[in-house]
């Protein structure tokens, strides 16, 4: 632990479920800070704050910024299938009469058959429109119990729209940890970062595997027993945070 340099901590099923606080979370966070190891944007935020889970800004790093800045870039008028306290992110971005992009988050009061028409029909009428995806997990936990993630329905539009080009901002992606670690000027000793996560495959697969971060299973939000037999390179696998 003496060469720990960062610990980045998945939010969804590892810290909270819905508005409430997984087990450990609060206490475990505590900890966190009291041993020392450096820390390095609103709603997410407030959420933490609201469930007795202490957080700033600045350590908040989300898919939203860098689903902006690629926006921006290629000068895209898109449909935004978001939530409303996502869209905050946007302003400024021009969505009036979207016509050569679509983005898909986690939005369940907008994954709906009419929204994902519209989105079809930019896609299949636009070939070389992206489909951008903040990310692509199958499932995630709510209090209840878990339910539908965003990518189940980008899947259906790249069946739909065979050939679309799908871009995937969020994790398991490498350009997002590495963008992390550029953010925690850690991107140079990734061996000495802890990814954890409840998701064997978004959390602790793809970029956090290749770049050789040390990655933690937490038996939360969306684990499932018998996840870790799946990746048995995972470096531990704890009851929670």
Same mark, same amino acid.
């Given at each position: 632990?003496?060469?720990?340099?960062?610990? @980045?901590?998945?939010?969804?099923?590892?810290?909270?479920? +819905?508005?409430?606080?997984?087990?450990?979370?609060?206490?475990?966070?505590?900890?966190?800070?009291?041993?020392?190891?450096?820390?390095?944007?609103?709603?997410? &935020?407030?959420? &933490? /704050?609201?469930?007795?889970?202490?957080?700033?800004?600045?350590?908040? /790093?989300?898919? @939203?910024?860098?689903?902006?800045n690629?926006?921006?870039?290629?000068?895209?008028?898109?449909?935004?299938?978001?939530?409303?306290?996502?869209?905050?992110?946007?302003?400024? /971005?021009?969505?009036?009469?979207?016509?050569?992009?679509?983005?898909?988050g986690?939005?369940?009061?907008?994954?709906?058959?009419?929204? @994902?028409?519209?989105?079809?029909?930019?896609?299949?009428?636009?070939?070389?429109?992206? &489909?951008?995806?903040?990310?692509?997990?199958?499932?995630?936990?709510?209090?209840?119990?878990l339910?539908?993630?965003?990518?189940?329905?980008?899947?259906?539009?790249?069946?739909?729209?065979?050939?679309?080009?799908?871009?995937?901002? +969020?994790?398991?992606?490498?350009?997002?940890?590495?963008?992390? %670690?550029?953010?925690?000027? %850690?991107?140079?000793?990734?061996?000495?970062?802890?990814?954890?996560?409840?998701?064997?495959?978004?959390?602790?697969?793809?970029?956090?595997?290749e770049?050789?971060?040390?990655?933690?299973l937490?038996?939360?939000g969306?684990?499932?027993?018998?996840?870790?037999?799946?990746?048995?390179t995972?470096?531990?696998?704890?009851?929670?945070?």
């Open positions: 632990m003496n060469s720990i340099r960062g610990i @980045l901590i998945d939010i969804s099923g590892t810290l909270l479920i +819905g508005n409430k606080p997984c087990e450990g979370a609060v206490v475990g966070l505590k900890k966190l800070r009291e041993a020392g190891i450096p820390e390095n944007r609103t709603s997410i &935020l407030d959420k &933490l /704050i609201d469930s007795g889970i202490d957080a700033n800004k600045n350590e908040i /790093i989300t898919t @939203l910024s860098a689903c902006r690629l926006i921006i870039s290629r000068k895209l008028r898109p449909l935004l299938i978001l939530e409303d306290d996502a869209l905050d992110d946007f302003q400024g /971005i021009p969505t009036e009469e979207p016509k050569d992009a679509v983005v898909v986690l939005s369940p009061s907008n994954l709906r058959y009419d929204v @994902l028409n519209k989105a079809f029909r930019i896609l299949i009428d636009n070939p070389n429109a992206p &489909l951008i995806a903040l990310h692509k997990g199958k499932y995630f936990a709510e209090s209840d119990g339910s539908l993630g965003p990518g189940p329905f980008v899947s259906a539009l790249e069946y739909a729209c065979e050939g679309v080009k799908t871009i995937v901002v +969020g994790k398991p992606e490498k350009s997002f940890f590495e963008s992390a %670690l550029k953010d925690m000027d %850690l991107l140079e000793k990734a061996n000495q970062v802890i990814m954890i996560g409840d998701d064997i495959t978004q959390d602790l697969g793809g970029g956090a595997k770049l050789g971060l040390i990655r933690y937490v038996k939360t969306k684990y499932r027993s018998g996840d870790e037999t799946r990746d048995p995972i470096n531990g696998v704890f009851d929670n945070f």
